[in-house]
């Protein structure tokens, strides 16, 4: 059975409930914080791990984030591979106002703090078979992707958050690019605004041997390879906190497909599972188990 390697950050989520997101200049009162775990590498492996794939998680922490990996072992996830020695860990700062809309600042901490004799360390236990699932929080992203093709993995990246430096990776090396339509519009060099058609096929004509998976929020979500389109539709649901719907899609689309299920079931499963993501409060602690999603 292939195993999951998801390499990738660790973050401390300060979430503060807001009535609207913050305009520059203002200041606001808000009428709650909460701390709990995120960071988009380890709520993809929470879950990968909660719809029921092996899954080990990679990357560095302090000690003041050690809760975080509590949580993730009690989901099953196997974190031999974080390093809990970072002076700083990594954290976010989210903003949700009263729709579940989100914003958020990241701070890299230990996810920065990532070395290349730590990632050949971590790569030699994986093989030709293995997944290796990226995001764009952590330092050494391109060697990641290189020297896990180099082994024979199969690679899912997810570019969140985009920046430039994402146009000089290795993406050649993904088999599969999981994208919202922001960073989706971004990498294929197109307005912010342009639609999801335009971009998917944009997408797919630069990366003729990437699987893309385009998500759009309330729009559902979107796939293409090799000529072939699909779309699935989102679920209605009562929105409370977008974060981690991406994260969740991201885990759920690739256990379905591990499962040896199709595309598109595999895309109304995701669907699924981040409408009750959303449908609840926080980031990794929000994320449904299989039983929840497959009734
Ligand atoms: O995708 C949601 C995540 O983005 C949050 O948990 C936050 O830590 C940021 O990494």
Redesign the pocket.
Same mark, same amino acid.
């Given at each position: 059975m292939a195993r999951f390697l998801s390499f990738g950050?660790i #973050?401390i989520?300060y979430t503060y409930s807001l009535p609207h997101i913050v305009s520059e200049g203002e200041t606001l009162a808000s009428s709650a914080l909460t701390v709990s @775990? $995120? +960071?988009?590498g @380890? #709520?993809q492996s929470a879950a990968l791990a909660k719809s029921g794939c092996e899954v080990y998680h990679a990357g560095r922490i302090g000690k003041d984030g050690l809760f975080i990996l509590d949580m993730l072992e009690s989901y099953g996830v196997d974190t031999r591979y974080v390093d809990t020695s970072s002076a700083v860990s +990594? #954290? &976010?700062v =989210?903003q949700v106002d009263e729709n579940g809309r989100n914003s =958020?600042i990241?701070y890299g901490g230990g996810n920065r703090e990532i070395r290349q004799d730590m990632v050949d360390d971590v790569l030699s236990h994986f093989s030709s078979g293995d997944w290796l699932v990226l995001q764009n929080?952590i330092s050494m992203t391109g060697y990641i992707m290189k020297e896990g093709r180099k082994r024979g993995m199969k690679i899912c990246f997810n570019p &969140?958050p985009f920046d430039e430096k994402v146009l000089s990776l290795p993406l050649e090396t993904a088999d599969i690019i999981c994208v919202n339509e922001i960073e989706g519009a971004c990498l294929a060099g197109l307005d912010t605004g342009s639609d999801y058609e335009s971009v998917l096929r944009r997408l797919m004509y630069l990366h003729p041997d990437t699987e893309i998976l385009l998500t759009a929020g309330e729009n559902g979500a979107f796939h293409g390879f090799k000529g072939n389109l699909c779309h699935a539709d989102a679920v209605e649901c009562e929105v409370v906190d977008t974060? @981690?719907a $991406?994260?969740t899609f991201i885990g759920y689309y690739l256990a379905c497909r591990h499962k040896g299920l199709s595309a598109d079931i595999a895309m109304n499963t995701a669907c699924m599972a981040s409408s009750l993501t959303v449908s609840r409060e926080g &980031?990794?602690k929000s994320i449904p188990f299989w039983s929840e999603v497959v009734l």
């Open positions: 950050s #973050n989520d @775990a $995120g +960071g988009k @380890a #709520n +990594g #954290n &976010a =989210i =958020i990241i929080e &969140a974060t @981690a $991406g994260d &980031a990794m």
